[in-house]
């Protein structure tokens, strides 16, 4: 049986991170994603339960302000001109429609939201545009999320002045099947963004996505990766790989469910305190699935019927798997801006 002693928590991580660790050996994240299934789940559902209202779901909405004509190719993304996807190239949102837009969802309940742009970097021009965004969404009592891509020092700079809260830039695989699945960039460059987001003090969500081909190690590489970064991301997305006609992963094998949720467990007990969020992918899942995965410890999803480009799960259908499992969505505190359901340990 897995040894279910060993402590999330140690004397040798860095001062200001709340005592979690950031020495995860690859070895021991391996184990714990190969042990006995209820081992697993037993784990981390404690772990989830220390930090965590164990009923309580944060929930994010997404817009694409900006669709298609990616130049990166990202072998998964319906976005990237490299790929026959049939998803138009659009230009950037108009302020007023993303506002509309934003309030819509503040009112079906999101209590974060993220806007996607299909940029392998955002342009100088789009700047202003795009900080006069943040700043409306954030003037709607809203936690505010962008991802870009890649960012200078003087991006970030800009957006954190603007009031971003959440930067996602997701490493999306491990550094060795990286180069599988994107040639148009770097995994190391993906860091390097992730340390300046992090320097300018904004908030990080970075994750992956599961199904690409990829070997469990890869999974456990990833995880093992984001635990070990100087702070562990507030928000981790967990990603199921939506295999959209047209892209080079378009026939990649579904993964199977329950190697799913292994990968949601191993992501919350290398991460106790972040939010891991059961991200793309729901419509292909079942509620056994999902329910599973919100006792492995997710606790954040995306609403609404559509992601950036691909479906998700309808309100009604959400709402009634909620009423089923009795969770409730979680409400932030309008004095701190922070979601009020983390605990500190
Ligand atoms: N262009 C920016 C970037 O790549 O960072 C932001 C948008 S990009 C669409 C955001 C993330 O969505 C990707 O990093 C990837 O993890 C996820 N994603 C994109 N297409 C997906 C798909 N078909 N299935 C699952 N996740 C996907
Ligand atoms: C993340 O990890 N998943 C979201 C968000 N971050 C930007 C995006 C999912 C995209 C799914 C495919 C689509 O809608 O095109
Ligand atoms: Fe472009 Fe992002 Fe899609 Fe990659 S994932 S092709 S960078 S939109």
New binding site residues.
């Given amino acids: 049986m897995m040894d279910l002693r060993t402590p999330e928590t140690s004397c040798s991580s860095p001062e200001g991170d709340r005592g979690l660790r950031h020495d995860w050996t690859r070895a021991e994240a391996q184990a714990l994603y190969e042990a006995p299934f209820n081992d697993l789940l037993y784990r981390a559902h404690t772990v989830h339960r220390r930090f965590f209202d164990p009923n309580t779901v944060q929930m994010s909405r997404l817009l694409s302000i900006k669709t298609g004509g990616?130049a990166?190719d990202?072998g998964?993304?319906?976005?990237s001109a490299h790929h026959a996807s049939g998803v138009a190239a659009t230009k950037l949102m108009a302020l007023e429609r993303v506002l509309d837009e934003a309030k819509r969802a503040r009112e079906a309940g999101a209590t974060r939201y993220c806007m996607?742009?299909?940029?392998?970097s955002p342009k100088e021009r789009d700047m202003d545009l795009l900080c006069a965004m943040v700043e409306g969404v954030r003037a709607l009592g809203l936690e505010t999320c962008m991802?870009?891509?890649m960012l200078t020092d003087g991006d970030v700079a800009r957006l954190k002045t603007a009031g971003l809260d959440y930067y996602?830039?997701?490493i999306?695989t491990s550094e060795r099947y990286y180069s599988e699945i994107i040639t148009t960039r770097t995994f190391a460059e993906r860091l390097d963004t992730l340390a300046r987001v992090r320097e300018a003090g904004m908030k990080v969500c970075a994750?992956?996505?599961v199904g690409m081909g990829e070997e469990p190690e890869d999974r456990v590489d990833m995880l093992v990766t984001l635990a070990n970064l100087p702070q562990h991301p507030e928000s981790v997305?967990i990603?199921?790989?939506?295999?959209?006609p047209g892209?080079p992963?378009a026939g990649a094998e579904k993964i199977d469910a329950l190697d799913f949720v292994r990968t949601i467990a191993l992501a919350r007990i290398l991460m106790p305190k972040s939010y891991v969020r059961l991200?793309?992918?729901r419509t292909n899942m079942s509620e056994e699935t999902q329910a599973l995965c919100f006792f492995a410890g997710a606790n954040s999803i995306f609403v609404g019927d559509v992601l950036?480009t691909?479906e998700n799960p309808d309100e009604d259908t959400d709402a009634q798997l909620f009423a089923k499992l009795g969770l409730k969505p979680q409400e932030t505190d309008p004095r701190s801006g922070e979601p009020d359901n983390a605990q500190d340990a």
């Fill in positions: 990616c990166e990202c998964y993304c319906s976005q996607g742009a299909a940029w392998r991802t870009l891509g996602n830039h997701n999306d994750g992956g996505i997305p990603n199921m790989l939506i295999a959209v892209t992963l991200s793309a992918g950036l691909a």
